[in-house]
């Protein structure tokens, strides 16, 4: 072992354990290096590639792969109790946990999920042009596609979204379970995100159960005010209402969903088969919801 480095033990500890979450990428490390050289007294022939080595095999970093069926593996370093949520953001730049993940972090419901949803906004698209009847219903008498870029990390299933572009709304910060702070979608636009996508929250139960525990914690008016901005083609504010009644919401909060119309015929979920009608809402759902 270099001496250089077994002298800067202390203060390599000191910083590593100065990074909440113990997330590493090869190119933080680096730079880890690059900025504290001069001050740990370490030597030039100490490159980067050394340096990780070091810690590797002498500090007690550890290396965490995330591997894909379809995709090239990913390598990230992890210190002491890491934060697996971190470490899944540090995949994709300007990404925010999601769906599921952020129902779990607002303890919407029981679940502890096993699947991690990091969402990265694609660029703008143009939008899907008019609305019919006849479109709507073949798009949901089809089975809901879902993210195929998936990883697996530790005991974990990583699966990146590729959602629409939105300049981050409703995302704010939350602490995980270790207290560390990542980004996810607030509680008003997770409830939207799992009700266009109720795969990527444990299915339409599982959504319900979110919305009866984000009773009396989200106003109908934020809810509105966000849908609006999302500017969905399809009706998806009335699934929202429709939930919020059969979630127990009180009458004049689901009203105000109800008051941006009912047009269309609309579904609460892809696929379904012998499904039962909502009049009100001009919605049609699951038998058991």
């Not at 629409?164 to 939350?174: A, E, F, M, S």
């Not at 500017?231 to 009458?251: K, N, S, T, V």
């Not at 609460?268 to 909502?278: A, C, R, S, W, Y």
């Amino acid at each position: 072992m270099p001496d250089s480095l077994e002298g800067a033990l202390a203060k390599i500890h000191e910083r590593l354990d100065s990074e909440r979450g113990g997330v590493f990428t090869e190119s933080q490390l680096r730079e880890v290096l690059a900025e504290h050289r001069r001050e740990w007294g370490l030597e030039t022939s100490v490159s980067g590639k050394r340096f990780i080595e070091f810690l590797v095999e002498n500090v007690g970093l550890r290396r965490v792969e995330l591997r894909s069926e379809h995709y090239k593996r990913i390598l990230r370093y992890a210190w002491g109790e890491y934060s697996p949520y971190l470490m899944t953001l540090s995949l994709r730049p300007r990404s925010y946990l999601s769906h599921g993940t952020a129902v779990f972090l607002h303890a919407l419901n029981e679940q502890l999920p096993k699947i991690i949803h990091v969402n990265q906004e694609q660029s703008e698209k143009p939008s899907g042009g008019k609305l019919t009847q006849e479109r709507l219903t073949l798009a949901f008498s089809r089975h809901q596609r879902t993210s195929s870029y998936v990883y697996i990390m530790a005991s974990y299933r990583v699966v990146i979204l590729a959602g629409k572009q939105t300049g981050n709304l409703g995302v704010v910060t939350v602490k995980g379970p270790q207290g560390e702070e990542v980004p996810a979608t607030g509680i008003a636009r997770t409830l939207i995100d799992i009700v266009v996508r109720p795969a990527y929250a444990g299915g339409i139960l599982q959504v319900l159960e979110a919305y009866r525990g984000a009773k009396g914690r989200v106003e109908a008016t934020e809810l509105v005010r966000t849908i609006r901005k999302l500017d969905y083609i399809y009706p998806y504010h009335q699934a929202i209402g429709f939930l919020m009644e059969r979630a127990g919401y009180a009458p004049d909060e689901c009203d105000k969903l109800h008051r941006l119309g009912a047009n269309f015929d609309f579904y609460l979920i892809h696929g379904m088969k012998k499904p039962k009608h909502d009049q009100k809402w001009r919605l049609f759902f699951p038998e058991g919801v």
